[in-house]
């Protein structure tokens, strides 16, 4: 596992670069000189960065294999530059026990050709009643806690789960959607919901979800991390938290940052999501959040749907889209429009993600893991989504033209995928 990449356009998040030079692996780590008998891959100056971290994947084992597994979410995020994957534990059952997890991470070792991780749920069942044994949790391996889309509503419930998690060191991972005003909800509400008789939400439900997990955190002292900000009046909430001192992080997700309300005019279901895609003015606020570093992380919300679920009126149809793959060419969208440069990019994609975990990984620096992602950003193709690694194959960009092609991926020095073909 001695590899020389020359000719490359290295990508450094952690120094804000871009640089053409050669990077060097040896026993799985990146090291300052070439190791003595290296297989030398020439990179042709195309971009080598490292490897996305993905928090909030929805992997459907147990209980809906037939969705996605861990087999085919492993070959998607390693033909999509993802390196790490942590998934998400809205699960059947849920990701609540010991047991589960001890399940759930025997089944990702055995199948998945990249990293693991998994997020544990807040509350037993993500049922918002009780707190799950967080402290068991952690010790079989669970990276984070969350009960997903599924709000503790409870407010006295969240506060002592904040508690309990403050106590162990434990990172707590929130859904900012104000339950009630979200329950039923298709789209975000406004004059163009009301056009296509969508029922909708008010882009305020985030704000007040935020207010009220940032008044805990402040009340607790928890590591506390928003899954999605994706709407321009969630973002002062946010800064304010921030510049108060709180270990506060947000994340949102690509669909939010290139996709906005009025794609769902024709009632594609495969543009249903959750949260609804806002309007163009918060889609912009979101990448200035991203440049600016108030948002943290952007991720792929990879949730897999099967066609029967999507195959429906909107209103019905169920939110998710599938996205391990489309992550990298999505996000050329908004490196090819100047909106973002590929180390801020990265910065959001790996290096911040890593740090918010405590892993080794999202650097290019000796000594980090050697999680790589060769890809051309310029590169371009008409997505097919019969041809995804996913089993389920509900992704918004069907059919459309995008750019950015991975080349290659490795895990810890290891090869784990390289294209074959144009």
Same mark, same amino acid.
């Given at each position: 596992?001695?590899?020389?990449?020359h000719n490359a356009?290295?990508?450094?998040?952690?120094?804000?670069e871009?640089?053409?030079g050669s990077?060097?692996?040896?026993?799985g780590l990146?090291v300052?000189?070439e190791p003595?008998g290296?297989t030398?891959?020439?990179c042709?100056?195309?971009?080598?960065?490292?490897?996305?971290?993905?928090?909030g994947v929805k992997?459907?084992?147990?209980?809906?294999?037939?969705?996605?597994?861990?087999?085919?979410?492993? =070959?998607?995020?390693?033909?999509?530059g993802?390196?790490?994957?942590?998934?998400?534990?809205?699960t059947?059952p %849920?990701?609540?026990t010991?047991?589960v997890?001890e399940?759930?991470?025997?089944r *990702?070792?055995?199948?998945?050709p990249?990293?693991v991780l998994?997020?544990a *749920?807040?509350?037993?069942?993500?049922?918002?009643?009780e707190?799950t044994?967080?402290? &068991?949790l952690?010790?079989?391996g669970?990276i984070? &806690?969350?009960? *997903?889309?599924?709000v503790?509503?409870?407010t006295?419930?969240?506060?002592?789960?904040f508690?309990?998690?403050?106590?162990?060191?434990?990172l707590? /991972?929130s859904?900012?959607?104000?339950?009630?005003?979200?329950?039923?909800?298709?789209?975000?509400?406004?004059?163009f919901?009301?056009?296509?008789?969508?029922?909708g939400v008010?882009?305020m439900?985030? =704000?007040?979800?935020?207010?009220?997990?940032?008044?805990?955190?402040?009340?607790t002292?928890?590591?506390y991390?928003?899954?999605?900000?994706?709407t321009?009046r969630?973002?002062?909430?946010?800064?304010?938290?921030?510049k108060?001192?709180?270990d506060?992080?947000?994340g949102?997700? +690509?669909?939010?940052?290139t996709?906005?309300?009025l794609? /769902?005019?024709?009632?594609?279901?495969f543009f249903? /999501?959750?949260?609804?895609?806002?309007?163009?003015?918060?889609?912009l606020?979101?990448?200035? *959040?991203?440049?600016?570093?108030?948002?943290?992380? +952007?991720?792929?919300?990879h949730?897999?749907?099967d066609?029967?679920?999507k195959?429906l009126?909107?209103?019905?149809?169920?939110?998710?889209?599938?996205?391990?793959?489309?992550?990298?060419?999505?996000?050329?969208?908004?490196?090819?429009?100047?909106?973002?440069?590929?180390?801020?990019?990265?910065r %959001?994609?790996s290096?911040?993600?890593?740090?918010?975990?405590?892993?080794?990984s999202?650097s290019?620096?000796?000594?980090?893991?050697?999680?790589?992602v060769?890809?051309?950003?310029?590169?371009?193709?008409?997505l097919?989504?019969?041809?995804?690694?996913?089993?389920?194959k509900?992704?918004? &960009?069907?059919?459309?033209?995008?750019?950015?092609r991975?080349?290659?991926?490795?895990v810890?020095?290891?090869?784990?995928? =390289?294209?074959?073909?144009a």
């Amino acid at each position: 596992m001695k590899t020389a990449f020359h000719n490359a356009r290295l990508i450094d998040p952690e120094t804000g670069e871009e640089r053409d030079g050669s990077l060097f692996i040896d026993n799985g780590l990146i090291v300052e000189t070439e190791p003595e008998g290296a297989t030398v891959i020439d990179c042709g100056g195309k971009c080598l960065a490292p490897g996305i971290v993905d928090i909030g994947v929805k992997v459907s084992e147990p209980g809906e294999r037939h969705k996605e597994s861990f087999a085919s979410a492993g =070959r998607a995020a390693a033909a999509g530059g993802v390196t790490t994957i942590v998934t998400r534990p809205d699960t059947l059952p %849920a990701i609540d026990t010991p047991e589960v997890l001890e399940f759930v991470a025997r089944r *990702a070792a055995e199948d998945s050709p990249v990293r693991v991780l998994s997020m544990a *749920a807040l509350t037993k069942g993500r049922s918002g009643r009780e707190m799950t044994e967080i402290g &068991f949790l952690m010790d079989a391996g669970a990276i984070a &806690f969350s009960d *997903a889309d599924r709000v503790v509503a409870d407010t006295k419930v969240a506060g002592r789960a904040f508690t309990y998690a403050r106590a162990l060191g434990a990172l707590v /991972v929130s859904h900012v959607q104000e339950p009630g005003l979200s329950r039923g909800a298709a789209t975000t509400s406004g004059k163009f919901a009301s056009l296509r008789g969508l029922p909708g939400v008010s882009p305020m439900a985030e =704000r007040m979800a935020l207010d009220r997990d940032i008044a805990l955190v402040e009340m607790t002292g928890v590591r506390y991390h928003a899954d999605q900000i994706t709407t321009a009046r969630a973002l002062p909430a946010l800064e304010r938290a921030k510049k108060n001192g709180l270990d506060v992080t947000a994340g949102v997700s +690509i669909h939010h940052l290139t996709l906005n309300e009025l794609d /769902v005019g024709d009632y594609r279901t495969f543009f249903k /999501v959750k949260p609804p895609l806002r309007s163009e003015d918060d889609r912009l606020a979101a990448i200035d *959040a991203v440049a600016s570093g108030l948002i943290d992380v +952007i991720s792929s919300m990879h949730t897999p749907q099967d066609e029967e679920s999507k195959r429906l009126p909107f209103e019905e149809a169920a939110s998710g889209a599938v996205a391990l793959e489309t992550l990298l060419p999505a996000a050329m969208r908004l490196y090819h429009s100047g909106q973002l440069d590929l180390p801020t990019l990265w910065r %959001a994609l790996s290096f911040n993600p890593s740090r918010l975990l405590g892993l080794d990984s999202g650097s290019l620096t000796p000594g980090a893991l050697a999680d790589l992602v060769l890809f051309d950003p310029n590169a371009p193709f008409v997505l097919d989504r019969f041809k995804l690694h996913s089993k389920s194959k509900n992704t918004p &960009f069907d059919g459309q033209r995008m750019e950015g092609r991975i080349l290659g991926t490795w895990v810890a020095g290891r090869e784990v995928y =390289r294209r074959e073909h144009a």
